[in-house]
């Protein structure tokens, strides 16, 4: 247990040692260290924001599908009105053409009638005037009961 | 063993000299092995025969053992981490790379909690010292008659004093801890000027306000605080090799079992495998310790204290 020279031998070979990892071990690992912790955090990070990402598409694309199906249900819901809407329409317009041949038709009748009716009328003043000429033979004057037999015709 | 022919007090006595290089003054009288004195005729620098003469050389040795040991252990572990260092990618770190950075990581959360100045110095000191004392604390786990036998079949020299364990020698343990006292002055010096060192050793513990008084408490504070600052590497440097040498010390002391007979060789066996098991907690822990306290010291001579602002 002599103390000697190895003591600053070794204080020497500590120095060095000390020098040498502060200048080629120490800083290149730390280096490599710190650059690597920063990657991690990094990959982290973006993992965490493509998780968030892929949240958000997640809920948007619900949104859209939801979106879709109610503009798709709006769409089934106003052209089921519109096929009501023109069975209806239709309808009436068969209503109001019905109603209007028919009601043609009635005064086509009814005109067909006057018209008979004018024409028994004539003919029966002409029947009535000619009858009453064979009964009276040919007495009466056209001119002077003219008036008399067309009163007769009217009240026909 | 090597034992046969020894008895246990000088085959412990040889397990406990280094393999000292030193220079023997004029008039030394040197016992050669057949018996005869040899009167040296002048100064030399010759290699320690017996443990006396390493002790005869004064500071003027060195211990070839020791040096050899730390330096090339010092470079194991450089080259290792240099050689990793030079490779380093911040990819999948794979293999030894894996466990450097988990050396260089607990490291660096060591000096993150106890340093909080700047000072890039601190951290790769810190790593030095841990893996360093680590490596030359383990060889305390090679059994003890390994490699000093080896020594002495590679010198031929049946009585080549061959140390293993750096740690063990106190030279090792305190040349580390004044390199780190120096280094302690040494930043105190530049982080507060001379005048702050001189101050930190003559202005505390004790302080008044009136000068006179002061005048008074100067010597008292500076002999309190050079105790203090002493202490430190002392305290610092002993410890590790108390602690080392002491494990050493047991193991050769079991090892000097196995000369005798097959039972007490069994049971010393397994004693030596106990005390290695146990041992391993302790060459961490006095590693461990050794950095702490030295990233502690460094920290203390960072820290600029509230007074010094005043004066």
Do not use: C
Not at chain 1, 78 to 83: F, G, I, P, T
Not at chain 2, 84 to 101: C, D, Y
Not at chain 2, 240 to 246: D, I, Q, R, S, W
């Amino acid at each position: 247990m002599n103390i000697n020279l190895t003591l600053i031998g070794q204080s020497i070979a500590f120095l060095f040692f000390i020098w040498f990892s502060y200048a080629f071990v120490w800083k290149a690992i730390r280096a490599a260290m710190d650059e690597r912790e920063k990657q991690i955090a990094d990959g982290l990070e973006a993992a965490d924001r493509a998780g968030r990402d892929l949240e958000l598409a997640q809920e948007k694309a619900t949104k859209h599908l939801k979106e879709a199906k109610a503009e798709a249900a709006g769409i089934i819901e106003s052209a089921n009105k519109r096929a009501n809407q023109i069975v209806d329409e239709a309808k009436e317009q068969a209503r109001t053409e019905a109603d209007r041949i028919k009601t043609a038709a009635q005064a086509e009748v009814e005109q067909e009638v006057n018209r008979a009716r004018e024409q028994l009328r004539a003919q029966v003043a002409t029947l009535a005037l000619a009858g009453a000429e064979k009964v009276l033979e040919a007495s009466v004057d056209e001119a002077k009961h003219k008036e008399l037999l067309d009163k007769l015709a009217a009240q026909l | 063993m090597a034992g046969e022919t020894l008895t246990a007090t000088s085959y412990i006595q040889h397990h406990l000299t280094n393999l000292t290089y030193g220079k023997l003054p004029e008039g030394y009288e040197r016992q050669n092995a057949d018996g005869s004195v040899e009167v040296l005729s002048q100064d030399t620098w010759t290699l320690a025969h017996t443990s006396q003469e390493a002790s005869d050389m004064g500071f003027m040795a060195i211990h070839l053992d020791s040096m050899f040991w730390s330096v090339f252990l010092g470079f194991v572990f450089v080259l290792v981490f240099a050689r990793v260092a030079s490779r380093i990618h911040s990819g999948v770190p794979r293999g030894l790379q894996n466990f450097v950075e988990m050396a260089i990581d607990f490291i660096d959360k060591q000096v993150k909690d106890s340093f909080h100045h700047k000072n890039a110095m601190i951290a790769p000191m810190a790593l030095t010292i841990f893996v360093w004392i680590l490596l030359m604390n383990t060889m305390d786990l090679v059994p003890v008659d390994w490699l000093p036998h080896l020594a002495t079949i590679v010198s031929g020299d049946p009585h080549f004093f061959f140390k293993v364990v750096p740690t063990t020698d106190p030279n090792v343990t305190l040349g580390m801890a004044f390199t780190v006292f120096g280094l302690m002055i040494y930043f105190t010096i530049a982080k507060k000027g001379f005048m702050g060192f001189v101050k930190e050793l003559t202005l505390h513990p004790f302080h008044a306000e009136k000068w006179y008084i002061n005048v008074i408490l100067v010597p008292i504070n500076f002999a309190l605080e050079s105790i203090s600052w002493i202490s430190k590497p002392i305290s610092l440097g002993l410890r590790l090799f108390g602690n080392l040498y002491a494990g050493e010390m047991i193991f050769i002391l079991i090892a000097t079992m196995f000369s005798a007979g097959l039972v007490l060789g069994l049971f010393a066996g397994v004693l030596q495998w106990a005390w290695a098991v146990f041992h391993i907690l302790v060459i961490v822990l006095q590693a461990f310790v050794f950095m702490v306290l030295t990233i502690v010291y460094m920290a203390m001579a960072h820290q600029v204290e509230e007074e010094d602002q005043f004066h």
